[in-house]
């Protein structure tokens, strides 16, 4: 990529997604896997890879995923256009199995995010730990900011911070902040 084509990858994630609330399940499972992609590369590689991983995880829609078999876990080791790592693949079909039974007693996984809101960044590493695969700090971390429930996208002085807080991230409302 050319370094203004690397520039404006980043800028688009940057300005229009990173930091702002999600509700959508599959959008919240789509985020989780290029986190979990994420780690041990750059996020920048996993950014360039976000339309083929949309593509070869059925636009990370969690009925899917959690019904892949064999034939679909050795399909996307054979994707180069994802990242393609056994634990992370199966890591995916768990964490949607476990996306369906959340879905199941909370009505959704967004649900089930705003159930344990607010918790400091050690709870919720702990409970993703304990019910989720190939989730550590980092990546809780990393997916909890990109979603609005931790507070940190963005520095107060970036002209982005303004906007997620008009969209009400779940950090500004457990802060009292109603812009």
Known sequence: ????????LHATYHN????????????LFGRLILEINQAGLSWETILRKEVAFRHAYDQFDIAKVAAYGEEDINRL???AGIIRNRLKIHAAVSNAQTILQIQKEFG???AWLNAHHPLALAGWVKLFKKT???????IVNEFLMSIGYLKGAHAETCPVYQQ???????????EGLNH
């Open 1 to 8: 990529m050319s370094p203004s084509d690397r520039r404006e």
């Open 132 to 138: 989720f695969r190939f989730t550590g700090g980092e």
């Open 77 to 79: 080791l054979g994707d």
């Open 164 to 174: 997620v807080l008009t969209c009400r991230p779940m950090w500004a409302r457990s």
């Open 108 to 110: 959704s996984f967004n």
């Open 16 to 27: 229009h997604h990173y930091g702002f609330p999600l509700e959508d399940d599959n959008e």
